[in-house]
């Protein structure tokens, strides 16, 4: 499983964009609290709902830090 989400990575970086690999990564974390608990579904999907852009804003702010 971890592999997998390497190569993914990987995949994306090499021949997407940032925004691309980033909505991929969201799609995957999605796909992964649907297979999980129920009872947990809520938690998991906490943040997902960020856009790219807010994203990149914060990761910019950190950096700048």
Do not use: F, H, W
């Given at each position: ?8 990575l ?19 974390k999605?796909?992964q609290?649907m297979r ?6 809520d938690?998991?999907?906490?943040g997902m ?7 990149e ?6 950096i700048?830090?």
């Open positions: 499983m971890k592999s997998t989400l390497i190569l993914c990987l995949l994306c970086v090499s021949g997407c964009s940032n925004k691309a690999a980033y909505q991929n990564l969201q799609l995957n999605q796909q609290c999980g608990p129920a009872a947990e579904y938690k998991c999907m906490q709902d960020q856009s790219y852009e807010e994203y804003r914060q990761r910019r702010e950190a700048e830090q």
